[in-house]
């Protein structure tokens, strides 16, 4: 089949179908401009009416027994990796992300696909005492119900799967909007996939759109209860704000503006990998990437060198060779705007160790330093192949440059010494630290998530049980209880 043709279209309440609205969402290759797909989008009423059939189909779906709905990730697994080839194709060309890029994704894609499988049978009431000795209490954990899931541009396959696999492997059902950079791998595709896997129609339901056609009625929608979001800061904050408005609950997975901190005892040529790996997979296109690299004044000089001659060999291009390293930025505006502010700090008084240049959508890396204090690149996601080398005296000031910023998502430590990594790392005001390791990590079991403004709550593993289910307190009188009146 051809990803890009037998899927630009809306899935709802099991059916494919064109949207209703009055323009089209044009899908294009970055790297090469090539169109791949025309979609209608979807209206306010094609919102609603994916909203119902979830609703619907919800309810027969959370008394079917767990054993049951894990069986459907089970052969979601198997088509992923039976139809491995096809997709990684359509993940280069929607995307541009480069071979490594696209396995990389699958891969987590297939880990979270089996860790919704132990979800499924993860659920667990209580028994809790009462002070009335004739009474029991019980707590029980049940489906939030129906969840709206608006999934990235960066990630989509695996970013859209993520929340929304255990959602459903907890009884929920779903409805998914992808980003419009994004409608096939972030959407159609997911759903695809899910049908196959034989997921009973209405529980996941596919809308492609933009506010500009439904404004706020992903948001507002009555049916809903819990809200995922993964994307900007921006963006998240007015999704917790509209979501609170009607008392639903919020998930963000939002922007960071990680720094990797090398110690000077750290293993610098180690480092010097981590680094290149955290800052320009998928062409900087990660939340969690390293934007910024700290470096002890006492292995500056060898880092640095070292670093800027391994960032100069890495290969920009094609993504659909499988030597390239670097491939496009998913639009000319985000590759304008990067260049932008890259142009700014430089005329600010920074200094270039590698100056990027743009051809079309490929930006060439670029390696900044002697940044002024201030500068608002410091503050920002960059989203894109630029980094800012940061140098520091003492653990004491990696940890204030490290916490200076608004995001808290993901951070690196590098230092021989473990017990001083971990202590430099429990320092660093983000939800997540690794000693030794890249900024860019991802597992099943571990709560993933960021403070400030990189988002609010928590997914994965048992996070996954508190986000998608709900409490409810049952309790059982024995005897008779005695009243005031």
Known sequence: MSFFTDLALQ?????????????????????DGEKLAAITVATVDEIDQAYRAAERAQREWANTNPYTRRLVFERAVRIIEDRE?????????????????????????KQFLREAMHVA???????VPSPAETKENRVYREPAGVAGVISPFNFPF????????????????????????????????VAWLMEEAGLPPGLLNVVITDIAEVGDALLEHPVPRVISF???????????????????????????????????????????????????????QVCMAANRVLVDHRVREEFTDKFVTKVAGLRVGDPKDPTTQIGPLINSSHADSLLTLVDQTLRDGARALLRGEANG???SPTVLTDIPEGAPILHQELFGPVVLLLP??????????????????????HSRDLGRGVRVARQIDSGMVHVNDSTVADEPIVAFGGEKRSGLGRLNGDAMVDAFTTTKWISIQYGRSGFPF
């Not at 080839?85 to 894609?109: D, M, N, P, V």
């Not at 859209?160 to 994004?182: E, F, I, R």
Request: charged share 20%; hydrophobic share 45%.
């Open 158 to 189: 695996f970013l859209a799967l993520k929340p929304t696999a255990p959602a459903l492997a907890l009884g929920n059902a779903v409805v998914l909007k992808p980003h419009q950079s994004a409608p096939v791998c972030g959407g159609t595709l």
């Open 11 to 31: 899935y709802i309440d099991g059916e494919w179908r064109p949207g209703s609205g009055s323009w089209d969402i044009i899908d294009f290759n970055p790297y």
């Open 392 to 413: 520091f005296d003492g653990e004491e000031e990696a940890i204030r440059i490290a916490n200076d910023s608004p995001y808290g998502l993901s951070g690196a430590v």
């Open 361 to 363: 959508n490929l930006l």
């Open 121 to 127: 049978m993860r659920v667990e009431g209580r028994i």
């Open 230 to 284: 993964t994307g900007s800061d921006r963006t998240g904050r007015h999704v917790a704000s509209v979501a609170a408005g009607h008392f639903k609950r919020t998930i963000l997975e939002l922007g960071g503006n990680s720094a990797l901190i090398v110690l000077d005892d750290a293993d610098v040529d180690y480092a010097v990998d981590a680094a290149v790996f955290s800052r320009f997979i998928d062409q900087g």
């Open 85 to 109: 080839q096809e997709l990684t194709e359509a993940i280069i060309a929607e995307l541009g992300g480069t071979r490594a890029k696209a396995a990389f994704e699958l891969h987590l894609a």
